[in-house]
């Protein structure tokens, strides 16, 4: 029995698996990112089993994300020729090839993705990979711990492709051509795709070889494309031995120096053990966590800070921004980072809206959402709370959180407005989906919520007390307007949303469609946690009964109750099967976050040891899968199989939250 090892400073976490099962190495993913919005990914097994995962890609000038080279095929032949694969690929028919799979004897995922094999006679080669911070820059790095003389042979297997995308085929196309230099190999594309340069410190050899119908099997669960047509140009030669025990392959935009890269290696791994350490916790898998959130955090083409809000597939959303926050940037003391971001959101304001997304990282924003701009209110008053920096908020952030306040009285964009009969806001029009239940497929919004959706009058509640709040402490005037609405929620809050017949708090008030008007789903717990004041005790702890009872599994909180007709139990099938399981259903792991919140507000008798235990099955699955990431989805039928993004940040973002506020761990922003 062999172990997937995360080496971390100060402890040693050690998840066992058996050598002869394949998928156990397979199912562990790691990710590494460059602060840019780039990311490369892929399993412990080293296959790909995706067609995201990649040995390296970057960010083009337009702003998109490109893979270039998918795998490494790397191969060692010893003194007396005997060859060892260090690499594997999955072929159709789940074939292995070649076994490399076979010979790992440890992989560890900190400080960055490490593999180790037994080459015999006690000698072991390892392998690393590193995508340094704020640079184009990754680094492969092979070591031999041993006496033989080995000749170490890799070969990049290529796609130039969209990182989205899928490579079917290059022949009668001619591929890019390369330019041999001097310890580097430079490639050429074409204009969407950017050159780059492999460089290496042992003797590259010319020789073009296809890889034909590489098989991603997790694409194929998709029920997407999972056949690939690989390219490699030719491979490197290392001779290796105890005097020169080291071999090193750097991929870059730039021409770089080879000593510049070892040593930028180097720090990179300096800079992640000092943050490392940091983190204080007696969780190895919190601590984890909190390392790898780093991974969401990143710089947009347009120099302005965001956060990633899933692995492989999303790039930067608002209300993800928002909800991710707290647990991502401001408990890591990244205080004037988090107001950062908030003031790049505060400047694409417009109508009162903030944007949902940006459809690739350099992109024209898309605004369809009522509660980004709400997010943003709450968050901008907890960074207030972090900082405590007055000047700035007044200055960067006020301004915007007024015209949010506002429109949403007078009115804009998708129908939403205030109800000046019981100050609840009102959202929704025909084929637009407003709040973060926004599968749509072609016409097709499968949850619209058209009406009062019950979190946006929370939002709404806790953004009005919060800016009257913060105008008479500022010696502002406060708006009437903003005194009818909040005076107008606290006398109908609860008479809107309380239903007598099921005896619980419902979904969506004056719902356009009947049918959603008496729906039990997870968002009347942002009721119990942001408008609190509002819900008397027994409603409160009837709501929190049904949803324990409905609601609630190991890994978060089902978005439908299965009592419901439309709840789909399990997440799967091809684009229309998934999107229609997506929010009728499927149990959402951020949602652990506000369901305790509101444990801990009503149920205080709960004991900090079985709050703790309500994480556990989610920090487990986070070391079992991707490893230190929380997946996004589980469904909502046992066994709850985790899907969706492998790594998604308000999962991650609200596990840490509620483990800080549970006293689980913190972070030392001592030098």
Known sequence: MNAVTAIIPCFILSIPFWSQDAQSFLQKEWIETNGLGAVISGTAGMANT???????????????????????EVNIIDSHGKTTSLSSQIYPGNIFHPSGIDHIKEFSSQPNPRWSFELGNADIITKEIIYIRNTDKVIVKFKLHGKDTYKLIVRPLMSGRSYFGIRKSYYPLSFPPLTVLHEKVRFHWDKAIP??????????????????????????????????????????????????????LVFSEKEESLADAKSEMQNEILRRNKRALKIKTNDPRLKLMAINSEHYRFTRIDGKKSILAGFPWFLDWGRDTFISMEGLVLMMGEIDEAHEILKNFATYEKNGLLPNMFPTLGSIPVYNSVDAPLWFIYTAFLSLQYGNDRTRFRTDLWPTIKNIINAYIRGTLYNIHMDFNDGLVVAGEDQVQLTWMDAKLDNWVVTPRRGKPIEISALWYHALKNAIDFSNTNGEVVDKNWIIAFELIQKNFEKKYYSFEKQHLIDVADAYDPQESSLLRPNVLYALSLASELISTNVALKTLSAVEENLLTPFGLRSLSPKERNYIGRYEGNLHDRDAAYHQGTTWAFLIGVYLDAKIKWMPEFSQNNLRKELDA??????????????????????????????????????????????????????
């Open 50 to 72: 995706r067609n995201y995962h990649a040995h390296y890609g970057l960010i083009n000038k337009s702003g998109e994300r490109i893979t270039l080279v998918n795998n490494l």
């Open 195 to 248: 050159d780059f340069y492999m460089g290496h410190n042992g003797i590259w050899k010319s020789q073009e070889l296809y890889y034909w119908n590489t098989f991603y099997p997790l694409t194929a669960q998709r029920a997407e494309d999972p056949l690939e047509n690989l390219y490699s140009p030719g491979e490197v030669f290392f001779e290796l031995n105890a005097n020169n025990n080291e071999a090193f």
């Open 618 to 671: 989610l920090l487990e699955e986070a070391m079992n899968f991707s490893i230190g990431h929380a997946s996004e989805i589980f469904d909502g039928d046992s066994p709850w199989r985790p899907s969706g993004c492998f790594a998604q940040a308000w999962s991650d973002a609200e596990i840490l939250r509620i483990a800080y506020k549970l006293n689980l761990w913190k972070y030392s922003s001592a030098k």
